[in-house]
């Protein structure tokens, strides 16, 4: 497992598929919301496609970055299970094709555990971060969550046993939350 020390650091060994979990820099209240609504120490959650590239859904887009996380803390998570060369370019293709969608936020905002969401046919034209990044497994046969039909959270993808911790850069308080140590 890898750790930075350093705040800002990217994790130089991100591949198609993986995913990275964080904790956004300062204070939002969209951030703080998410996190109490989900008894999570993650609000936010983007799709690695390569190259150092990510796609997430923040803001009012999806959109690309690179070698810049959104977050301050960040979990680099890795799948547990065989991707196939094919898989990871149908994730990648699929992603690639959501850049420019408008932001899910009537979904953002009406979200909690008890509610029932269909994943497969949401809303194909606007997206929330781990809603997409669920999706974009879900393409190649993957349920990442364990709630099926609920919507997903950024915890929900960080908890999933089809995904492992590959590296942090995490504060010292909440290292057991972290790596479970």
């Known amino acids: 497992m890898q750790k930075h020390d350093t705040l800002g650091h990217y994790p130089t060994d991100t591949m198609i598929g993986d995913i990275i979990a964080c904790r956004s820099h300062g204070w939002s209240p969209m951030s703080w919301i998410i996190r109490k609504k989900t008894s999570s120490q993650v609000n936010h ?5 390569g190259n150092g590239e990510m ?10 970055k ?10 680099h998570l890795r799948p547990t299970g065989y991707i196939t060369d094919a898989n990871k370019v149908a994730m990648r293709e699929f992603l690639v094709s959501q850049v420019g969608k408008k932001y899910d936020w009537k979904a953002i905002w009406g ?3 008890w509610q029932s969401y269909d994943h497969v046919n949401g809303h194909p034209d606007k997206w929330f971060c781990s809603e997409l ?6 393409k ?4 990442l969550s364990r709630r099926p039909n ?8 960080l908890e ?4 492992k911790v590959a590296g942090y850069q995490w504060p010292k308080s909440l290292m057991e939350w972290v790596t479970g140590e």
């Open 133 to 138: 990044v669920w999706q974009s497994y879900y």
């Open 140 to 143: 190649v046969g993957t349920q």
């Open 111 to 113: 979200f909690g555990p």
């Open 66 to 75: 690179t070698n810049r996380l959104t977050g301050e803390w960040w979990i």
């Open 160 to 163: 999933s046993p089809l995904v």
């Open 55 to 64: 796609v997430e859904a923040l803001g009012s887009v999806v959109r690309t």
């Open 150 to 157: 609920c919507y997903v959270f950024p915890t929900d993808i």
């Open 45 to 49: 959650v983007s799709s690695c496609i």
